[in-house]
């Protein structure tokens, strides 16, 4: 498997770091994981067969864990996770009806 590199290309006025999460914020001194192990609803991952092989730390936006946890809202996602293989087969499925009508339209033309 090769590895794919990420590059950011966040512009000089951005603040923000460019290792943000994309399904929410961490309080300073977690460790962002991503897949299904982390709690988080990335099928993305595990379905494209991805390995983390960085693991960032977040930075104390408020001085200590305490104090970043304290001050900050969270918010519980839920999503409903999808199986790209059943996906992949209804669209293969999608494709050959469309096909099979293409070809039965064309002998209609022919014939008439």
């Known amino acids: 498997m ?3 590199n990420e590059v950011a290309s966040n512009s000089a006025n951005y603040g923000a770091d460019s290792g943000e999460p994309d399904t929410g914020w961490l309080p300073g001194g977690d460790v ?4 299904f192990e982390s709690g988080k609803p990335e099928p993305w991952y595990h379905q494209g067969q991805y390995e983390q092989v960085d693991f960032p730390v ?3 936006i408020y001085g ?12 519980q996602k839920q999503t ?11 669209l293969d499925l999608e494709i050959e009806e ?3 009508n293409t070809e039965i339209m064309y002998k ?3 014939r008439g």
Request: hydrophobic letters at 40%.
């Open 32 to 35: 962002r994981t991503l897949g």
């Open 80 to 90: 409903k996770v999808v199986d790209m293989d059943s996906v992949i087969k209804d």
């Open 58 to 60: 977040a930075s104390f």
């Open 108 to 110: 209609d033309i022919k």
């Open 64 to 75: 200590s864990k305490k104090e970043d946890s304290k001050l900050a809202y969270k918010v």
């Open 98 to 100: 469309l096909m099979t």
């Open 2 to 4: 090769s590895k794919i």
